[in-house]
């Protein structure tokens, strides 16, 4: 069976650093690429960025490059996304998803992982 | 970037209704769009894919249908489960936007 496991809830304090994560079993982990997905209270989804295990070949959105990194080890099948200072706006839920090898579609999700920046 | 428009970003109806929700790509996607369901304080569910592959396990009530720029996602009787929002997703070029949503509601 397929499943994607992310992190805990955080809480952190605006400038603070954060990791989280998500790790993927069932499956060839190296061969799925694993995007992750935004949703700030009370809105629609936003779609971060996405990164291939196998060679880390990573894709970002615009309106996130620079502000997140995704990276993965693929030694213990787990993907992460990354802040160097968490801003108040970080504060979302945080979706992974794995990505179809051939249809593209996000059949499975991870459960979410919700961020809380608050000083 | 593409941008896709979903019209309406809410709607009411009642049980046994057809529901119709469309997405607009601002540039072709051929069929490279999906469907996602997602219920409050849950993951996405995906419904559609390929514009109208009904995934495994989603009720055969759920369509989907169109190509280029204009898809639709059919609910062919609304169902109290269906209670929820409704987003589209194209997955033709980077970066793979969704659309803003449509909140179904049952009357």
């Known amino acids: 069976e397929v499943q994607l496991v992310q992190s805990g809830a955080e809480v952190k304090k605006p400038g603070e650093s954060l990791k989280i994560s998500c790790k993927g079993s069932?499956?060839?982990?190296?061969?799925?690429?694993i995007g992750w997905v935004r949703q700030m209270p009370g809105k629609g989804l936003e779609w971060m960025g996405i990164?291939?295990?196998?060679?880390?070949?990573?894709r970002y959105s615009p309106s996130f490059q620079g502000q997140v990194t995704i990276s993965a080890d693929k030694s213990i099948s787990t993907a992460y996304l990354q802040w160097s200072s968490l801003k108040a706006s970080d504060t979302a839920m945080y979706y992974c998803?794995?990505?179809?090898?051939?249809?593209?579609?996000?059949?499975?999700w991870g459960q979410g992982t919700l961020v809380t920046v608050s000083s | 970037d593409i941008q896709l428009t979903q019209s309406p970003s809410f709607l009411s109806a009642s049980v046994g209704d057809r529901v119709t929700i469309t997405c607009r790509a601002s540039q072709g996607i051929s069929s490279y769009l999906a469907w996602y369901q997602q219920k409050p304080g849950k993951a996405p569910n995906l419904l559609i894919y390929?514009?109208?592959t009904l995934q495994s396990g989603v009720p055969s009530r759920f369509s989907g249908s169109g190509s280029g720029t204009e898809f639709t996602l059919t609910i062919s009787s609304l169902q109290p489960e269906d209670s929820a929002t409704y987003y589209c997703q194209q997955l033709h070029s980077y970066p793979l936007t969704f659309g803003g949503g449509t909140k179904v509601e049952i009357k």
């Open positions: 998803a794995r990505r179809d090898s051939t249809s593209w579609h996000f059949a499975y």
């Open positions: 390929g514009a109208s």
């Open positions: 069932g499956y060839s982990f190296t061969t799925y690429w």
């Open positions: 990164i291939y295990p196998g060679d880390s070949d990573t």
